[in-house]
DNA sequence: GAAGCACCTGTAATTTCCTACAATATTCAA
DNA sequence: TTGAATATTGTAGGAAATTACAGGTGCTTC
């Protein structure tokens, strides 16, 4: 078992089956604490994503973290810039903070966020990306001084992670919003996704072009999208239509 | 620790260990082959699944699969009517083969698919949906006669198959494309997916409207896109810009 | 030095989109 | 039964996109 301590692989398995006892959020951030502090953690977020006209703040699930650093993150909207947030959507696998690399000259802030959270303690941290069927997209990061990251730690952790995360979003419940748009409207969107004009499309549904637009117009309105390309890129963001 | 032998949780975490020296397809299965016969299972299999287009046979990763029953099931597309498939599509929790549930009267070839597994030695299974950037992308199904299926040992499968499939997609990873947008490109289409148009964008970024028409131009011919709704659909499925 | 690419710009004709002001029919819940 | 939502279609005009034909700079590579 080279460097691991048994006792790590054991209590994570415990900690999995504990959850399945926990029944508010409270007792849930409870049992993280005390779980992941023998990885070194001491501060952890379970957040949504946010879409670019959300805000991070009512996507939080569960949280242990420097209060100061939450109130300047949310002040300055860092979740647009940060390197993590940026680095979870485009990987499923966890990842240490520290992999998460950004460029100056494009993304200046990427700095100043990095060096924030170091100055709220948060030099290292661990972070699991959350992927979901319809688009759920979430991510539960966690820091502390001290961490005890290796090969054999992490899929300990990734696997406590993944099952606290799941343990959260069914106390918490999420209501799924139901999707918002009509067949037809969905319809028309999914043509016009792949490259068809009104014209076509109502030849290919049998109904007239001008019946399209209306689908268009009426989806555009709902999704507050400026134009057909704005509304089509919403609703594949949102999982809405599938091409 | 109550009914799980510790034999297995560290099991888990030594097969995990042991994963990253593996370098071909064959040494993953013959890993998995020996790890997971210790939960009683004797046969799975790695795949992606097919879009309406596509067909199961390309998509295989990995498989250690009754041939009779692999060659049946391909020849008459059950993926398409498979309800352990379906409900891959719809979770992103691994379930018991018996947890998918299907109409026998809208679909009847379901009751036919789940016996022909049976009549193959397959009646019990254990499925991990594996659910990457774009949603759902692939499973893990596993199956044997006498599975040892309890809240204990189900995260420790989870863990070793969630781990196996991420080695088998680096394995097998196909080389991963570099973007074919250039930077212009990419502004140009970005802003179109955030519903600017032409002019707005021209002015963002301090050129005419005909550069962007340029732009846009030579990003649909890139993405064989027939407009910019087109090119924009498609550059978000491939994960070429963000927004 | 030539060739290729990224980037930028122009005119002009054509197509497509978007919206405003309509109207009719159906379905479904209050 | 009575709105509200959905689905359908029409006219018409202005906005935007698309394409064809051109041409310029700057940079890198052969």
Redesign the pocket.
């Known amino acids: 078992m080279s460097g691991r301590s048994l006792d790590h692989t054991v209590q994570a398995f415990e900690f999995i089956e504990e959850l399945d006892r926990l029944a508010t959020p409270q007792a849930i951030i409870d049992a993280m604490e005390r779980s992941f502090a023998q990885y070194g953690f001491e501060n952890f977020i379970m957040t949504g994503l946010p879409h670019p006209e959300q805000r991070i703040e009512g996507l939080v699930l569960l949280k242990k973290w420097p209060l100061g650093w939450y109130e300047r993150y949310t002040r300055n909207s860092y979740d647009r810039h940060d390197p993590v947030i940026h680095l979870c959507r485009r990987t499923v696998q966890p990842f240490e903070w520290g992999e998460a690399r950004y460029d100056p000259d494009t993304n200046p802030k990427g700095q100043e966020i990095m060096q924030g959270a170091a100055d709220f303690g948060m030099r290292q941290g661990y972070c699991l990306p959350i992927h979901g069927l319809n688009g759920f997209e979430a991510c539960l990061s966690m820091s502390g001084p001290d961490l005890d990251l290796t090969p054999q730690t992490k899929p300990a952790i990734h696997l406590m992670a993944m099952y606290a995360f799941e343990r959260a979003r069914l106390v918490l419940a999420p209501a799924p919003r139901p999707n918002?748009?009509?067949?037809?409207?969905r319809?028309?969107l999914r043509w016009?996704a792949l490259g068809?004009?009104?014209?076509?499309?109502?030849e290919i549904?049998?109904?007239?072009?001008?019946?399209?637009?209306?689908?268009?117009?009426?989806a555009?309105?709902?999704l507050t999208?400026?134009?057909?390309?704005?509304?089509v890129a919403r609703a594949l963001q949102h999982r809405l239509i599938e091409i």
């Open positions: 918002p748009l009509t067949n037809r409207e319809e028309a016009a068809k004009s009104a014209a076509d499309t109502g549904l049998g109904v007239t072009e001008r019946t399209i637009t209306a689908h268009i117009g009426s555009c309105a709902k999208a400026a134009n057909k390309t704005h509304a």
